[in-house]
C-alpha cells in the first residue's frame, strides 16, 4: 500500500495548482458576483486539454487517468467551485456517457471535439418532476422513420447555453419505467432545442443552470447513444463517475477555505494576540484537516479503484458523502472562525460556503448515496 | 532547425538561505523549479518550432533529481532530454561546467543554443556565454525577442539604458532572460508522455559519454574556490543630497569622504 502519489501525478497537481492559481482564482469572486460564465477560463482550460483528461488520445482526450482528473476538479475547486463544475459536468457526465455507451463512430463525431477542446458538453436527465426520482422521465422520444423526435423540458443542466452537445435522456416506452429510458446526442444547434432562462442560485453562480425546452427536436436515429431504454443504466454509469469529480470538488473547496482561514487566524489580533494562539481555533482547525485528509484519502482512493476498473458505486458515494458533507463543515467553520469578516463578500470562504452546499445535493444527494451505502451492506 | 535549450533545476526561492556554519544553501523544504531565465528560453525555443518546425533538444547537468526539471520541459514541448550526471562532475564551478556542457554539445546537432541568462541561485551568468566560447560559437546575451531570418537569427538584446538589434548566422548561441516571455503551462497528456513514453525518456549521460578532459572537470578541476559564503547584512537607508550645482554636489563628496578619513 502507498500513499505517495506519482511522479507523474505529483507533476500534473503542479501543474493544475498553478492554472487555479494563476488563471483561475483572479476571477472568482467577480463571475460569482456578476453570475458570469468564465468563458475565457473554459478556453484556456481547452487549449491545455484539461477538458479530456481521462480519455484516450485516439478520441482527443489526454491519455491519463481518473485520478489525473480527480486532482485537477480539487485544485479548481480549492479556488473556485464554479470553474470546478464547469470542467465536471462536461468531463464526467458527458464525455463519460459517451465514452462509455457510444459506438466507434459516436466517439470519433462527438468524444474526440469534447476532449480535444473543441466542443463543451451538457447532460440533461434531471426535470420538474424527477430529481432524485430519476426514472420519472416526462420527455419523450418517438421513432419516426429515420428520426426520433423529442419533447419535453429539462431543468437544472449545467453548462446549458455554452454547450456545444448535450447527452438527453427521454422515455421511449412509458409502460417500462426507468427501463424506458433511452439516451441522446443532441447538438445544440438543432431545431426545436432552446434553452430557457437562467435560475438564480444560491452557489456556483458562475455556472449556468437553466432549462432546456425540446420542441419536435429531430435528431437522427444514429443519434441514440446505447441500446433503446438502456438509458437508465448509462445515466448511472455516468453518475458514478461524476460522483468522484463532485467529490473532489468538495475536497477542494474544504481545502481553500482551510486555506484561507489559516492565513487569516495567523494576522488577526483579538485581545492582544493572534487568534492562531486561542485553543479554540487550534482545535476547530485540527478538526478541520483532519476531516479533508479523511475525505482526500476517499476521493483518492475510490479514483484508483476507478482506474482500476473495480466497482465504484459504493466508494464514489462513500468519497461524495463523505467529502461533500467535509465541505459543508469546513467552509462553515471557516465562516465562524473568521466572524463577521467571514460572512462578508469580500473574503472567499462565504462563497466558498454557498459553494459547498450544493456538493451535498447535485448528482446525488447525501441521503442517495446513503442509501446507495447501506444497500451494499444490507443486500 | 535543432535547438538545444540548456536548463539548471535550482530551488523554488529568490531569497535562498545559507545554512551559517556550513555556508551552503539550505535545500530541504524548497521545490525545486527550473530556473525561470532557462524556461523563458525554452519558451522562446518552442515558439520557434512551433512558428519554423524544429526539434527542441533540453540539457541539463546536475543530480539525479535533475530529471525532474527535463520531465517539465518535455511536457511544455520539448523532444529530447539529456540529463549529464556524474559524480566526476560534482562540484564544478562555471568553467567545469561549460566544459561539460559544450562537450556534451559536441556530440549533438545544433543551430541553436539557448540558455538562461543567469540562474537564480548562483547568479554568476557565466555558463552560458562560457559555453559558446568553448564550441567557438557567437554568444548574444540578454534576448529579450528572437526572430528567425532564414539561416539568420535576429535577436533584440537588452542592456541597462538602450536594446541592440543583432542579426547573427547559425550556428550560435543565446542567453535569455525571463522577461523574453511567459512560458506556457505543460499539458496533462504530455507529463504523462514524459514519464512513460520510453521514445521521450531521459538519456542520462555520464563522464564516460561525454568527449572531455577529466582534469579539467568536477571539484578538482575548478580553478574557482568559494572561500566563504554569507547571508548579505541589510544595508541602512542612505542620504540624498540634492545640490544645485556640481561645485556643491563635489564639495559633499569631499566632506563625506573626509569624514570617514578616507581623504
Known amino acids: ?379 | 532547425m535543432n535547438i538545444v535549450v540548456c536548463i539548471k533545476q535550482v530551488p523554488d526561492t529568490t531569497e535562498v538561505k545559507l545554512d551559517p556554519k556550513t555556508g551552503t544553501l539550505i535545500r530541504e523544504g524548497v521545490p525545486s523549479i527550473i530556473n525561470p531565465d532557462d524556461k523563458a528560453g525554452l519558451e522562446a525555443a518552442l515558439r520557434l518550432k512551433d512558428q519554423y518546425g524544429a526539434k527542441v533538444t533540453v540539457v541539463s547537468m546536475g543530480p539525479p533529481q535533475a530529471d525532474a526539471a527535463l520531465k517539465e520541459a518535455v511536457a511544455m514541448g520539448a523532444d529530447q532530454a539529456i540529463l549529464l550526471s556524474d559524480r566526476a562532475f560534482g562540484g564544478s564551478d562555471t568553467w567545469a561546467t561549460s566544459t561539460v556542457i559544450a562537450s556534451a554539445l559536441k556530440k549533438l546537432d545544433y543551430d541553436l543554443i539557448i540558455t538562461g541568462r543567469q540562474a537564480i541561485d548562483g547568479d554568476t551568468a557565466q555558463v552560458g556565454p562560457q559555453i559558446a566560447e568553448h564550441l567557438g560559437i557567437p554568444n548574444i546575451s540578454y534576448a529579450e525577442d528572437i526572430k528567425l531570418e532564414g539561416d539568420h537569427i535576429i535577436v533584440k538584446r537588452k542592456y541597462e539604458d538602450r536594446y541592440h538589434i543583432i542579426k547573427c548566422k547559425l550556428p550560435c548561441l543565446i542567453t535569455a532572460l525571463s522577461e523574453l516571455n511567459v512560458p506556457r503551462y505543460m499539458t496533462p497528456g504530455r507529463i504523462f508522455d514524459a514519464y512513460r513514453n520510453e521514445e521521450l525518456a531521459t538519456k542520462v549521460w555520464g563522464v564516460n559519454d561525454v568527449p572531455v578532459d577529466t582534469t579539467v572537470i568536477g571539484l578538482k578541476g575548478s580553478p574557482t574556490n568559494v572561500f566563504k559564503s554569507f547571508t548579505k547584512a541589510p544595508k541602512a537607508a542612505g542620504n540624498v543630497y540634492k545640490p544645485d550645482t556640481a561645485e556643491e554636489a563635489a564639495q559633499i563628496i569631499v566632506d563625506k569622504l573626509q569624514e570617514k578619513f578616507i581623504l
Request: with cysteine.
Open chain 1, 1 to 379: 500500500m502507498n500513499f505517495t502519489l506519482s511522479k507523474e501525478h505529483q507533476l500534473a497537481q503542479n501543474l493544475f495548482r498553478e492554472f487555479a492559481d494563476k488563471e483561475v482564482a483572479p476571477l472568482a469572486h467577480e463571475i460569482d458576483e456578476t453570475e458570469r460564465f468564465p468563458v475565457e477560463t473554459v478556453e484556456k482550460m481547452k487549449k491545455l486539454g484539461f477538458l479530456g483528461i481521462p480519455y484516450k488520445k485516439e478520441y482527443g482526450g489526454q491519455g491519463c487517468d481518473d485520478l489525473t482528473y480527480v486532482l485537477m476538479m480539487e485544485q479548481l475547486g480549492r479556488v473556485c467551485g464554479s470553474t470546478a463544475i464547469i470542467a465536471s459536468v462536461h468531463t464526467s457526465l458527458c464525455c463519460g456517457a459517451l465514452n462509455n455507451a457510444g459506438t466507434e463512430e459516436q466517439k470519433q463525431k462527438y468524444l474526440r471535439p469534447l476532449c480535444d477542446g473543441t466542443w463543451l458538453g451538457a447532460f440533461g436527465l434531471t426535470e420538474p418532476s424527477a430529481g432524485t426520482d430519476a426514472a420519472g422521465q416526462c420527455t419523450r422520444a418517438v421513432l419516426d422513420g429515420d428520426e426520433y423526435v423529442l419533447n419535453g423540458s429539462k431543468i437544472f443542466i449545467t453548462n446549458s447555453g455554452w454547450a456545444d452537445v448535450y447527452v438527453i435522456f427521454a422515455m421511449t416506452d412509458k409502460s417500462q419505467g426507468s427501463r424506458g429510458i433511452s439516451a441522446f446526442i443532441v447538438p445544440a444547434n438543432t431545431p426545436g432545442f432552446s434553452v430557457g432562462k437562467p435560475e438564480l442560485k444560491m452557489g456556483i453562480r458562475a455556472s449556468t443552470a437553466c432549462e432546456l425546452i425540446f420542441e419536435n427536436v429531430r435528431i437522427p436515429k444514429e443519434n441514440l447513444l446505447g441500446k433503446e431504454g438502456k438509458g437508465f443504466g448509462i445515466a448511472m454509469k455516468a453518475l458514478d463517475g461524476g460522483r468522484i469529480g463532485i467529490a473532489a470538488q468538495a475536497l477542494g473547496l474544504a481545502q481553500g477555505a482551510l486555506d484561507n482561514v489559516i492565513a487569516y487566524v495567523k494576522e488577526r489580533k483579538q485581545f492582544g494576540k493572534p487568534l492562531s494562539k486561542l485553543q479554540n481555533t487550534q482545535f476547530t482547525l485540527a478538526d478541520m484537516e483532519t476531516r479533508v485528509q479523511a475525505a482526500r484519502l476517499l476521493v483518492y482512493s475510490a479514483a484508483v479503484a476507478y482506474d482500476q476498473g473495480q466497482p465504484i458505486s459504493v466508494k464514489a458515494a462513500q468519497a461524495k458523502l463523505f467529502a461533500s458533507e467535509t465541505a459543508s463543515y469546513v467552509t462553515n467553520r471557516a465562516v465562524q472562525l473568521m466572524g463577521g469578516y467571514g460572512y462578508m463578500r469580500e473574503y472567499p470562504v462565504e462563497r466558498m460556503m454557498r459553494d459547498a452546499k450544493i456538493t451535498e445535493i447535485y448528482e446525488g444527494t447525501s441521503e442517495v448515496m446513503r442509501m446507495v451505502i447501506s444497500g451494499q451492506l444490507l443486500k
